[in-house]
């Protein structure tokens, strides 16, 4: 994902770094957030699969009612159309990872035919509070990354612009025992990867738009070109 793509609702929490053996784009105010993303029909009886964008699929049972609209809408509701998921369920196989909906009124292949390019959104109010250690995705783009070099200098990395996930070959599953990694732009227009695990994290100040790590030396320098 380039920053600039649509807001998503996936939360993450600092993981453990993976064993050796063996995851929105704006501010948590942003109007719209992306749940899923429509695919194709995936049934004869209007059932149709999409990218799960998500980490609340349960949200479809407590609250069906969502809305569909072109990808990367900033519309007022009123442009966007109204919808309720009257079903879901997980696929799995090939298409684990991913979601199958079938929303009220669309009864057929040809209708779901319809909606694919579609995204299912949902105003940001409506994103439920996480635990204590967790993190909105869209709350941590835009923040200032300090890097602790040594207990006397702290320095300014750069602004997170986007946060990166581990997937599959085939990039249809999250590969959830990977660390997330931090995209950080640096002053001079580069990128660094940062993973973002419990060893390296000081603190997040959202509200502050700050996060503050101890990374290990030779992390930053060495992506640069």
């Not at 501010?27 to 957030?33: F, L, M, V």
């Not at 732009?185 to 695990?197: A, C």
């Given at each position: 994902?380039?920053?600039?793509?649509?807001?998503?609702?996936?939360?993450?929490?600092?993981?453990e770094?993976?064993?050796?053996?063996?995851?929105?784009?704006t501010?948590?105010?942003?109007?719209?957030?992306?749940?899923a993303?429509?695919?194709?029909?995936?049934?004869?009886?209007?059932?149709?699969?999409?990218?799960?964008?998500?980490?609340?699929p349960?949200?479809?049972?407590?609250?069906?009612?969502?809305?569909?609209?072109?990808?990367?809408?900033?519309?007022?509701?009123?442009?966007?159309?109204?919808?309720?998921?009257r079903?879901?369920?997980?696929?799995?196989?090939?298409?684990?990872?991913?979601i199958?909906?079938?929303?009220?009124?669309?009864?057929?292949?040809?209708?779901?035919?319809?909606?694919?390019?579609f995204?299912?959104?949902?105003?940001?109010?409506e994103?439920?509070?996480?635990?204590d250690?967790?993190?909105?995705?869209?709350?941590?783009?835009?923040?200032?990354?300090?890097?602790?070099?040594?207990?006397?200098?702290?320095?300014?990395?750069?602004?997170?612009?986007?946060?990166?996930?581990?997937?599959?070959?085939?990039?249809?599953?999250r590969?959830?025992?990977?660390?997330?990694?931090?995209?950080?732009?640096?002053?001079?227009?580069?990128?660094?990867?940062?993973?973002?695990?419990?060893?390296?994290?000081?603190?997040?100040?959202?509200?502050?738009?700050?996060?503050?790590?101890?990374l290990?030396?030779g992390?930053a320098?060495?992506?640069?070109?």
């Amino acid at each position: 994902m380039k920053p600039g793509d649509r807001p998503r609702d996936p939360h993450l929490s600092a993981p453990e770094p993976a064993s050796s053996s063996n995851g929105d784009q704006t501010a948590r105010g942003t109007q719209w957030i992306v749940l899923a993303h429509l695919l194709r029909p995936q049934g004869r009886k209007g059932e149709i699969l999409a990218d799960l964008l998500t980490d609340f699929p349960e949200r479809f049972s407590s609250s069906p009612r969502v809305f569909l609209a072109p990808e990367h809408f900033t519309g007022p509701e009123s442009d966007a159309r109204p919808a309720e998921v009257r079903d879901f369920w997980l696929p799995v196989g090939k298409n684990s990872g991913r979601i199958v909906l079938h929303l009220t009124g669309i009864d057929s292949i040809s209708q779901a035919e319809t909606l694919g390019g579609f995204d299912v959104i949902v105003p940001a109010s409506e994103l439920p509070e996480l635990e204590d250690d967790a993190e909105y995705i869209s709350d941590l783009v835009g923040c200032t990354l300090f890097d602790h070099a040594s207990p006397e200098v702290t320095l300014a990395l750069g602004t997170v612009t986007d946060v990166h996930f581990a997937t599959t070959p085939d990039g249809s599953r999250r590969l959830e025992e990977a660390a997330p990694l931090l995209a950080v732009e640096t002053p001079t227009g580069e990128e660094i990867l940062v993973p973002f695990v419990k060893a390296f994290l000081i603190a997040v100040d959202t509200g502050g738009r700050r996060i503050d790590m101890n990374l290990p030396v030779g992390l930053a320098e060495s992506q640069r070109s």
